[in-house]
């Protein structure tokens, strides 16, 4: 599965067939061209930038002018409650705080598509509720269309719309695909 999550992202080559987000294939195009962001299942946080550089640096890299970066870090920052912890560095942080710096650097340059790698399984039962119910408040607040890759049934049935098992390398529709699932229509669980 994270094979596949990073073919769609631009980061492992495609050898065969194509990926179209969108309507529009973007097989070829360098993964910063596809309008997604990662939340990789270690996070991958940059361990020497605080979390304020972590939030900006898709936007630095894209040589946003400072003062939308600036505009864009502290929208991310209320949104995902992370005001308080702007200059601490990622060793600094719980679990559950850099979870939130990750997914806040997968939304700050606005993608069309977040791709997350299993971004709760190392969180413990309660930190990963909160996690959840932060998740749909993002996805409601941005409409980012979200593919949330997990192993947890009850997480899929309660953050997807739709949620797809992946078989014997086949990704099928669960019969139970949208029960209990009161988000908007841009969330996917798989």
């Known amino acids: 599965k994270t094979t596949l999550l990073e073919a ?31 939340v990789p299942q270690d996070r ?6 605080s979390v304020r550089e972590n939030l900006a640096f898709a936007l630095t890299t894209r040589r946003w002018p400072d ?16 005001a308080h912890l702007l200059d601490r560095k990622p060793a600094n ?9 990750a ?9 069309a598509l977040l791709v997350l790698d299993e971004p709760l399984s190392a ?12 998740l749909l408040t993002a996805q409601q607040q941005t409409r980012v269309t979200a593919l949330h890759v997990t192993h947890n049934r009850d997480e899929a049935a309660r953050l997807g719309n739709l949620v797809f098992t992946l078989d014997q390398g086949r990704v099928v529709t ?11 229509s841009s969330s996917t669980a798989a």
């Open 8 to 38: 769609i992202c631009g980061l492992r080559p495609v050898e065969s067939g194509r990926i179209e987000l969108h309507g529009r294939d973007v097989t070829r195009l360098r993964p910063s061209d596809r309008g997604i962001g990662y």
């Open 44 to 49: 991958a946080l940059f361990q020497s930038m």
């Open 67 to 82: 003062a939308e970066i600036e505009k864009r870090v502290s929208e991310l920052a209320a949104l995902l409650r992370l």
């Open 93 to 101: 942080l719980s679990g559950g705080e850099a979870q939130r710096v």
């Open 103 to 111: 997914l806040g650097r997968a939304l700050a340059n606005q993608p």
């Open 123 to 134: 969180l413990d039962e309660d930190t990963r509720d909160e996690m959840q119910n932060l």
């Open 174 to 184: 669960s019969a139970n695909a949208t029960a209990g699932s009161p988000k908007n």
